[in-house]
């Protein structure tokens, strides 16, 4: 294989915004597999916001990415080769693979992806990750009940986009939050939330008390900041808040101060965090009902495409400031 | 009848520290029973922190007390007497029959309390709504588990001495924090907390993470403040607050900011404020539960009674402060 191993390290821990001086590319030979292992190539990376806290030594809830070693990544990847005899050439498999172009990893592990109709691309946002992030958060814990107002901040997102459609299944009226009319009416028009407030224009705070005239019952968290400030004055009794992360504050230095938590008792407040990865088996509960949905074209998502690897540190830096349209994927060239 | 109904009212609503000031002691002729009424004598009047928030005008989960009208409270009364004929002369009976002597109120809806045993100031504390409060907060919010670390502010207090006290049946370790060390020696002696951490002293956050070196895993939230601000560091993975009241916070004149709230996904946290008014049936649950405990003398609490109507605006405003020790009641005389 005359090919080289492309890979993304991480150079330096950011202390505040992510820069390109803190990743490294880096070409090496392709990994030799070891007794047990298949050669993977990757063909998709997804990109999340998820992976800022990676780059942190800070405490959180999984170990960060090395110095030198290379950026943790879910991937869609098909096997080059597999001494174990488990997989053909070709079979296509779903993991955490990194951002680089091939990987070694054990077989008998691997998760096969079939092809049934989706595209392969979705395993990694709308049916993966993201989607059932969107599914567990608006199911398990915003709970948003028919009749009430639920609201989704990065409204056009990988989550986001999916939390407010599922929200509109149960039977709520959704608001989205996003940045800039493009994306407000892609949330609007496409996605068919009742509303989209630009987090972006002027009044934000006065224009999402308007598209929430009977207050805000359920609140799907991705953004904090601003957008978190306008929400909480917002909030109905007996509220519940999922917090799924506050990408507006990743790149701080400093965590910034939050809401005063008296309101919690006044209005008897449920704010509950999250993580997926604490809810396995949501991932194939959401596959079933959420790839059903795909394949009869009643679930909409979007997908913007990055073509080649070397740019998934650029393609990073944009998601933090919001610069992304839908799931952000690189396609592994 | 001679007596006139003393009265406090509300004479102003205070911005900040709540003073003289905002009372006003009036006499009046006692009130004459209209048809379907009954005349009562108020015997003790419970003081709560919850009281500070009706007297602002700021939208709350009740409304307001109105200037010039009389302070609401809990009263452990006796029927003076009955036209309806419900009641015989020297029942005691339970309600929102407020800071005065006399009232007259619709005997269809009087609550009468049994002699059983328990002292009859016990409905206003121990039993009565800050029992049921330490009860629903402790068992459906913090809900903790045999061997997990239970902590509780306010821990000599009328809510968080039973707290405590129930959650150490429940099979957690229970750390108490309480202000000075004669409170501090009560909750370890008496009520038999694990430990306490005076918040007065030194060193308090220091001290606090030393009492709980495995972390947090459930803390019931009275009192807000510097307190809140050492307990959230130390909180675990998975960990459970219960809002029940930030009795440091009641004379700010505006909201100090709060913890920032990205913690909540990286631990999965769980904040969920709570009024026990929303809880009907857990009166009488606890009362039953709690009842027997108290006549077994297995559940410990210590009331401080102050004899006379007109101290009551002191006495709160000591309550405010943390002044008193143990269930602050009013003996009407």
Redesign the interface.
């Known amino acids: 294989m005359a090919e080289n191993n492309l890979r993304i390290l991480l150079r330096a821990r950011p202390e505040g915004r992510v820069g390109p001086e803190h990743f490294e590319v880096s070409e090496a030979p392709p990994p030799a597999p070891r007794p047990g292992e298949a050669l993977l190539r990757n063909r998709f990376l997804s990109l999340d916001p998820y992976m800022r ?1 990676r780059m942190s030594a800070a ?3 999984s170990a960060p990415v090395e110095i030198g070693a290379v950026m943790e990544g879910q991937c869609v990847a098909q096997v080059e080769e597999d001494p174990t005899g488990r997989f053909q050439r070709g079979d296509w498999v779903l993991g955490g693979f990194g951002w680089q172009r091939f990987s070694a990893v054990p077989a008998a592990g691997l998760r096969k992806l079939e092809e049934d109709g989706a595209p392969m691309t979705t395993a990694l946002g709308v049916l993966g990750m993201p989607g059932t992030t969107a599914w567990v958060g608006t199911t398990e814990l915003a709970r948003p009940r028919p009749g009430e107002t639920f609201v989704v901040s990065a409204a056009s997102g990988a989550v986001g986009s999916v939390a407010g459609q599922i929200a509109a299944r149960m039977g709520a009226r959704v608001v989205g939050i996003a940045g800039g009319p493009e994306k407000c009416a892609f949330v609007r028009e496409e996605l068919g939330f009742g509303e989209c407030v630009d987090h972006r224009g002027e009044d934000f705070a006065e224009r999402l008390r308007a598209a929430c005239p009977e207050g805000i019952d359920a609140y799907f ?1 991705n953004v ?1 900041g601003a957008v ?1 400030k306008a929400v909480f004055p917002l909030l109905n ?1 007996f509220g519940r808040v999922a ?4 990408v507006a ?1 990743y790149n701080d230095a400093e ?21 997926v990865s ?1 809810h396995p088996r949501a991932f194939a509960d959401w596959r079933r009902i959420g790839g059903g949905w795909v394949r009869d074209r009643s679930l909409r998502y979007r997908e913007e495409v990055v073509k080649g690897l070397d740019k998934a540190p650029e393609a990073f830096m944009g998601l933090l400031a919001g610069k992304n349209f839908g799931k952000l994927v690189v396609e592994v060239t």
Chains 1, 2 share one sequence.
């Open positions: 806290g405490k959180s809830y968290e904090g978190q009794d917090f799924c992360g506050m504050e965590p910034a101060p939050g809401p005063n938590l008296m309101q919690l008792v006044r209005k008897r407040l449920s704010l509950r965090g999250f993580i604490d």
